[in-house]
């Protein structure tokens, strides 16, 4: 069985990402991302930290706005509107979960399409849905085809079962993939166990982003299929895994992503090629 590890994945992404920096850097055009956090959640602060790590290596500038916990809607609204008009941040990034008295979708919503570079709003959601290229696409949702992409394996044609319907994963990869002609069926949470296991063990390709270990295990899978893992979860002893089992399921399958390994480098990776392509693309509306 192939191991379709990210790494490799990433570092094609990372050497394109540098390669647009110098050139926008060599016109004056410096890329930047802006983080917006909420709060000082342990597990944004490693994010952020991680992202701006990452950002730096690549030549592109980090932009911080940190705001209190409780600071209302409206003042979160009125920042984003700051860094919406600030013609030097060419892509903005938002710690989610907000806090809770907040209305998330509210907020999201404000955040300029052109600016986007994770997919949360409404408008780039709806430009994967009518096939319009509004936006971007969620970076999540678009390392699962990018990965299928790098390691030559086709969708075109193939059948695919997607695990989840989330608007960050579910429902844009499912868009994404009938976009290249793939046949897409959607489970989730409702769908029968029965049914689940038979759908995917009918499919080519099998995409599980449920967020629940063991979603995926031998009973659901066919000689030759791959398994991406999107699934980021915690056992018992704290070691992360993805929603595969996979010493039951790796057995049949001809390709799988591992947890950790997989998806995350290639998730952060398109985040910062986003900036680069939103840098180039206002320098040249601009």
């Known amino acids: 069985m192939e191991i379709l590890k990210g790494k490799p994945v990433a570092d094609r992404i990372k050497e394109y990402i540098t390669a647009k920096a110098d050139e926008l850097l060599a016109r004056d055009v410096v890329p930047t991302l802006g983080i917006l956090r909420v709060g000082s959640s342990e597990s944004d602060i ?6 701006v790590k990452t950002a730096n290596s690549l030549g592109i500038h980090v932009e911080k706005y940190i705001m209190d ?29 907000l806090p809770s008295h907040m209305d998330e979708d509210r907020v999201r919503n404000h955040i300029a399409v052109e600016k986007d570079i994770d997919g949360i ?50 429902k844009p990869l499912a868009m994404m993939l009938l976009e290249r002609n793939a046949t897409v069926t959607i ?14 063990r009918q499919s ?26 999107v699934g980021i979860n915690f056992d018992d002893d704290g070691k992360m895994c993805g929603d595969v089992t996979l010493d039951e399921s790796c057995e049949d399958a001809a390709a799988l992503t591992p947890v950790p390994g997989g998806m995350g480098s290639v998730t952060t990776a398109l985040l910062m090629y986003h900036v680069t392509e939103a840098a180039q693309a206002q320098h040249h509306k601009g």
């Open 46 to 51: 490693a994010y952020e930290n991680s992202a």
């Open 69 to 97: 916990e409780k600071s209302t809607e409206d003042e979160v609204i009125e920042v984003l509107k700051v860094m919406n008009e600030d013609s030097n941040i060419h892509g903005i990034l938002i710690f989610r979960p």
């Open 121 to 170: 709003s409404d408008a780039s959601v709806g430009g994967l849905f009518t096939g319009n290229k509004t936006g971007f696409p969620p970076c999540t949702a678009e390392a699962a085809v990018v990965i299928l992409d790098h390691f030559k394996i086709p969708v075109e044609g193939k059948r695919v079962t997607v695990i989840g319907r989330s608007l960050v994963v579910g």
């Open 187 to 200: 489970c989730h949470s409702k769908t029968p166990e029965d049914a689940m296991i038979e759908y995917c």
């Open 204 to 229: 080519d390709i099998i995409i599980s982003a449920a967020g629940k270990i063991g979603t995926v295990d031998a009973r659901h899978v066919s000689k030759g299929q791959v398994i991406v893992d």
